[in-house]
């Protein structure tokens, strides 16, 4: 609101900028999975459909709990393995509201593995009369704390927030060689430093691969290419 204000009814500065992140100093105590502890959480989930598919999802997207429980049929794209995130859910006093989506950058479209959109289907088959504009996942975030609180008991995985899969797919392509740039189009931050600042914690194992990297191409092991030397810049 206040830069909507410095832009356009001439504010000054925004006030809100002297005081800085509220949640930058605590980055390093977000909690996410690793790959081996959600596959060890979601087969104790396998029991009902919804919470398998919905689990899948938030952790192989990456996207919020609100843009989860507000996708229909229609924005999974099943032959072209694309799913378009353009609006969130929430209950408000017990009404359920659909809005836009929290910033311009969060209207996006996720390719999914092959895997995923197979699990998507076969969940889509099972609901029934299913129409194009109904709620893919008709349940509320209470729900999903619920369904993770029952997984995480029988599966014996430390405990973590329904929205921390979103922070646990961040780290998963992270592992995986992503660049900052990717990662942030993917999740939907509105600029690139929210990443950076958000996940920039998770970066220092890999400077031992760069420094590698960087010795291989000085003594002529390895020729860089465009995307090697974009990730050391990146990094």
Partial sequence: ??????????????????????????????NFWTKAEFEQFIVTVQDKPASYTAFMTLYYTGMRVGELCALTPADVDLEGHTITINKTF??????????????????????????????????????????????LFPYT????????????????????????LRHSHASLLIEMGCQPLLIADRLGHEKIQTTLNTYSHLYPNKQAEVAAQLENVMNGTTVPNGSQMAGVANL
Avoid at 1 to 23: I, Q, R, W
Avoid at 119 to 135: H, V
Avoid at 142 to 164: A, P, Q, W, Y
């Fill in 1 to 30: 609101m206040f830069n909507y204000a410095v832009k356009y009814y001439d504010l000054h500065e925004n006030p809100c900028t002297k005081a800085g992140s509220m949640g930058k100093s605590h980055a390093e105590e977000m």
């Fill in 90 to 135: 929430q209950r408000i006093n017990g009404r359920d509201v659909i809005w836009p989506p929290k910033t311009p950058k969060s209207n996006r479209v996720v390719t999914i593995p092959h895997t995923l959109a197979n699990c998507l289907k076969e969940y889509m088959d099972k609901c029934y009369e299913l129409q194009p504009d109904d709620r």
């Fill in 141 to 164: 975030k209470s729900f999903l704390n619920h369904e993770m609180l029952r997984g995480c008991k029988k599966s014996g995985v430390k405990k973590i927030r329904v929205h921390d």
